[in-house]
């Protein structure tokens, strides 16, 4: 008996260490990107953080205000999302309910294979394929823009959106889809009214998961924003993106510089935003889930 007892006590406290590890690389995280930021946020400080000027090389004064890398991220991911959530969900919900099994053999595998192409190639798809396209249908100078990045991104949402709330929809038990059949509603609206209700908090899941990818993507928006520092709110100006900016700066940036310490500025700032959002989709989901 006791020693049945003691492997219990070894089981839970190998578990417990593996549930924290993940916690415990958080906090380093957060700690290493703290220590390097520290003295830019003493010197020069929050105030010039926080200015609408990124420009890191001049000869006269270097700025480094986040405000159009936060505005250019968060415009290029808001377009995304509103393109690639109903879109994924609509084809998940026409792949579980309304295609035939061979067409839903053909379907979802396709669309999980083009989960799995590298970012780049998707990048270089925009830039050659893509970016004309934008340039020729709104008569602009140059198709690198907001709109392409967010094209690209919701791209690249889209498998992991249809994949997963294609799983909740299947989930929901066939006694609901029955029961509202029987009471003589139609195939239509046994799909709006009962199915897609049921299978919600699956379907938040899908498209919090296809959000966080759009929000850390980096080599796509890089290859086909344009990486114009500017504030706007214009899909069609170019932008640069936090994330972008990190990748494109930090690799030829003077070591320990004000350079150097703005781009982990930028990092923790696209961490923290990402941790906001990752609460806001946990407590979203808890709601739901709880109803």
């Known amino acids: 008996m006791k020693i049945?007892?003691?492997?219990?006590?070894?089981?839970?406290?190998?578990?417990?260490?593996?549930?924290?590890?993940?916690?415990?690389?958080?906090?380093?995280?957060?700690?290493?990107?703290?220590?390097?930021?520290?003295?830019?946020?003493?010197?020069?400080?929050?105030?010039?953080?926080?200015?609408?000027?990124?420009?890191?090389?001049?000869?006269?004064?270097?700025?480094f205000g986040i405000l159009p890398l936060l505005t250019g991220s968060l415009l290029v991911t808001a377009i995304a999302t509103l393109i690639a959530v109903p879109v994924g969900v609509c084809g998940a919900v026409y792949i579980s309910e309304v295609a035939g099994s061979g067409e839903r053999n053909f379907l979802k595998p396709f669309i999980e294979l083009l989960a799995g192409i590298p970012s780049v190639v998707i990048g270089f798809f925009g830039l050659t394929v893509l970016a004309p396209v934008v340039k020729a249908v709104f008569g602009l100078q140059t198709g690198l823009n907001a709109l392409t990045g967010a094209l690209l991104l919701a791209l690249m949402?889209?498998?992991?959106?249809?994949?997963?709330?294609?799983?909740?929809?299947r989930s929901?038990?066939?006694?609901?889809?029955?029961?509202?059949?029987?009471?003589?509603?139609?195939?239509?609206?046994t799909i709006l009214r009962v199915t897609t209700p049921a299978a919600l908090p699956g379907v938040l899941a899908a498209s919090m998961l296809g959000m966080g990818r759009v929000i850390g993507e980096t080599m796509a928006v890089m290859m086909v924003t344009g990486n114009a520092a500017q504030i706007t709110a214009s899909p069609l100006d170019s932008v640069r993106t936090m994330t972008a900016t990190i990748a494109a700066e930090m690799g030829e940036v003077a070591f320990r510089s004000d350079h150097y310490r703005a781009l982990f500025s930028v990092g923790i700032v696209?961490?923290?935003?990402?941790?906001?959002?990752?609460?806001i989709a946990q407590k979203v989901l808890k709601k739901h889930n709880g109803a």
């Open 270 to 279: 696209l961490l923290l935003l990402t941790f906001t959002f990752n609460i």
């Open 157 to 169: 949402a889209i498998p992991t959106i249809v994949s997963i709330s294609e799983d909740a929809v």
């Open 4 to 63: 049945i007892v003691t492997k219990e006590k070894a089981i839970k406290l190998i578990m417990l260490i593996a549930a924290s590890t993940s916690v415990f690389i958080v906090l380093l995280i957060f700690l290493f990107l703290g220590k390097e930021a520290a003295p830019f946020i003493i010197k020069p400080g929050l105030s010039e953080l926080l200015g609408a000027r990124w420009v890191p090389v001049s000869f006269q004064k270097e700025s």
């Open 172 to 189: 929901v038990p066939k006694s609901y889809k029955e029961a509202s059949l029987a009471l003589g509603a139609s195939r239509l609206e």
